[in-house]
C-alpha cells in the first residue's frame, strides 16, 4: 500500500528542492504560513531580496546583529551572503535562545559551518522548527535530509 503524502509538522525541519522558478519559495511560504507564528517568533533569512517575502504583511525586519526575537510574530533579516561570520554569529545566537522557527530562502547561501548543522540535529529539542528552499542540493549540509 502506497504511504500517503503528509505535510511536515510544525515542529519537524523541511527541505524544499528545486531547479529555479519552480515555486520553491511559494510552497515554502505557504508551509510558513501554517506556522505557529502567534504563539512564537519565526525569522526568514532572505539572502536575495525576494518580492514574496517582501509582500508578507505584519512581517517586521530585522538586522543582523540585533537581539533574536523572543516576541511573537514573523520576522525577515536580510544579511549579504559574503558576511559568513555574521551569519554564523546570528545562527549561534538563535540556537543558544530556543523556541525560534526558522525560515531559510536559497539555503545553499549559508555558510557550511557548525550552527546550521548544530540547529540541524538539535532543533527538535531546541523548538527550532526550520524550513529550508535550495535549488542546489549538493550545496547544503546533509543533514537537511534527516
Not at 538586522?63 to 549561534?92: A, K
Amino acid at each position: 500500500m502506497p504511504k500517503q503524502f503528509r505535510w511536515p509538522n510544525t515542529d519537524e525541519h523541511c527541505a524544499i528542492l528545486g531547479c529555479t522558478g519552480s515555486g520553491k519559495t511559494t510552497l515554502a511560504s505557504y508551509v510558513l504560513s501554517e506556522a505557529p507564528f502567534h504563539v512564537m517568533p519565526y525569522v526568514c533569512v532572505d539572502m536575495k531580496g525576494d518580492e514574496l517575502l517582501g509582500s508578507i504583511n505584519h512581517l517586521r525586519e530585522i538586522g543582523l546583529h540585533e537581539s533574536i526575537p523572543t516576541q511573537p510574530g514573523l520576522y525577515v533579516v536580510r544579511p549579504l551572503p559574503s558576511d559568513v561570520d555574521g551569519i554564523e554569529n546570528w545562527l549561534y545566537r538563535l540556537w543558544k535562545q530556543e523556541y525560534t522557527g526558522l525560515y531559510v530562502d536559497e539555503a545553499y547561501l549559508l555558510p557550511d559551518k557548525v550552527w546550521v548543522r548544530n540547529i540541524l540535529a538539535q532543533g527538535r529539542s531546541k523548538r527550532i522548527p526550520s524550513i529550508f528552499a535550495s535549488q542546489r542540493p549538493v550545496d547544503i549540509p546533509r543533514s537537511i535530509f534527516t
